[in-house]
Each structure stands twice: as C-alpha cells, then as structure tokens.
C-alpha cells in the first residue's frame, strides 16, 4: 500500500519562528523608505510619516484581533519611554521598580524594548527576564497564524494558499514584533 504524500506539517519550534522572523522586511529598509522620501525636500509642509504609520498600525492590530480598547479592557498598563539615549536603562529601571510588588496573578511587569543585543527574546520580558523559548514560539506562531487568516478571509491578492502563510501577509519585523509583545502580555 501506498503511503500519503501529504506534505508535513509546518514546524513551531523557536528555531522556526526565528527563521520566519527573519524574512520580515526588516527596520533598516523601512528606514530607508523614509530617507528617500522626495517629497520632505520640497517647498510647502512636510509629511509626518510617523503619524501615517498609526492608521497601518491599527490595522495590523486589528488583524491580530486586537483594538487598542480590548488591550486596554484587560487592565493592560503601559509607560511608554522615549528619546534618542537611555531608553532601555530607563526601562529596565522601571521595570525593576514596578515587579518589586508582586501580583498574585502572575507577571507583573512586561516589558518590550528595542532593539536586542543578542537574542530577540530580550525584547520582551515577563518580570524583568526575557520570555523562554517556548513560550516565543508558541505566541510568536498564534500571531502569526491569526495574521494568515485574516488574509485568507479579506482574500488579500496572493498566487496562492501558501503564500497566506508568508511574510507577505505579516507586518515588517519591528510592527510583529510588537504585536507579538502586547499579545504577550495579554497572554500572561
């Protein structure tokens, strides 16, 4: 008897989830997009293209099953730190501060910084120590496969079922990623 030919099913481990990371359009050419931007050299007012990466933003949450009512709905608090040097000293101190009053619940603080040093699981923190490896590939793929089927069920433009599942239907490596924190967080 001839066995099935179907094909394997796809893997979950963090090595995966590392390597599909990796085919997300990265920072530096998003970055790049922006610096070439004629239209910031010419007469008249300029483009915010930051406050256009909200509207597109929201849209990526949304299609996590995400609104920013529903985070804030589960008690999810946030401080946000900005600028050009510190923040990540700044977040740490603070995160430091906040988990020395437990929660019975569970993690206290999460935190999200960018970027990492060595490992992208520095990025997000439960408590001051970056999440295991397992749990960033079991949030990493819930986020992922709620991204392809929202695809799927707004039809984006794709040749074909696979590619639902490719970086074309995710957002660039630094917007999944903070997808990927805040379900973390919602998550835990």
Same mark, same amino acid.
């Given at each position: ?15 995966d ?22 239209s ?7 483009k ?33 730190? /900005?600028?050009?040097?510190? =923040? ?18 569970? +993690?206290?603080?999460?935190t999200?910084?960018s ?19 397992e =749990?960033?590939?079991?949030?990493f793929?819930?986020?992922?496969d ?7 069920? /707004? =039809?984006? +433009? ?29 998550g835990?």
């Amino acid at each position: 008897m001839a066995s099935s030919s179907s094909p394997p099913p796809p893997q979950r481990t963090y090595d995966d989830a590392l390597s599909r990371l990796a085919h997300l359009q990265s920072n530096r050419t998003i970055v790049n997009l922006f610096g070439n931007d004629d239209s910031q050299h010419k007469p008249g007012p300029k483009k915010d293209l930051n406050s256009l990466a909200i509207p597109e933003m929201l849209s990526w949450l949304a299609r996590a099953g995400y609104t920013p009512s529903s985070l804030a709905a589960t008690g999810l608090k946030c401080v946000h730190v /900005a600028g050009t040097k510190g =923040k990540g000293s700044v977040s740490a101190l603070v995160s430091s501060i906040i988990s020395q009053y437990p929660s019975t619940s569970g +993690p206290t603080v999460g935190t999200y910084t960018s970027p990492h040093v060595l490992s992208v699981r520095e990025r997000i923190q439960l408590d001051c120590v970056p999440i295991s490896r397992e =749990k960033f590939a079991k949030y990493f793929f819930e986020v992922w496969d709620r991204l392809s089927q929202a695809a799927r069920e /707004a =039809k984006d +433009p794709v040749s074909c079922d696979d590619e639902y599942e490719g970086p074309g239907t995710k957002p660039f490596y630094f917007r999944f990623l903070t997808i990927l924190a805040f379900h973390v967080f919602r998550g835990v």
